[in-house]
Nanobody
Framework: VQLQASGGGLVQAGGSLRLSCAVA????????IGWFRQAPGKEREFVAA????????YYADSLKGRFTISRDNAKNTVYLQMNSLKPEDTAVYYC???????????????????WGWGTQVTVSS
């Protein structure tokens, strides 16, 4: 599975961005797509995840209400709508696919098999 994240950029605090993750290849083998982010000097952290079927949706508790994940199965694309952005949201955002699904590990980066190149999001104060 190949993933390509896009949509990052520079935005002022309070603004919005929508990231896209285009999924190609053996998409039927993936069960869920997750978004993660990594700021300089920090560990990669879970942002949100969505399953292809259902869907089931999961968010990092700290981001609920500001971020919304969605998917378009016909386009094999997953979106991350980010509103009310804050400077602390600045990071490289990655999307990743996993071929097995278990709610207990949905937030665990090591459970995701395929990763795309990230897209930079910079929020200025």
């Amino acid at each position: 599975v190949q993933l390509q994240a896009s949509g990052g950029g520079l935005v002022q605090a309070g603004g919005s961005l929508r990231l896209s993750c285009a999924v190609a290849g053996r998409t039927f083998s993936s069960s869920a797509i997750g978004w993660f982010r990594q700021a300089p000097g920090k560990e990669r952290e879970f942002v949100a995840a969505i399953t292809w079927s259902g869907p089931s949706i999961y968010y990092a508790d700290s981001l609920k209400g500001r971020f919304t994940i969605s998917r378009d199965n016909a386009k094999n694309t997953v979106y991350l709508q980010m509103n009310s952005l804050k400077p602390e949201d600045t990071a490289v955002y990655y999307c990743a696919a996993r071929d097995t699904f278990h709610p207990a590990t949905i937030k665990r980066a090591s459970a995701y098999k395929d990763w795309g190149w990230g897209t930079q999001v910079t929020v200025s104060s």
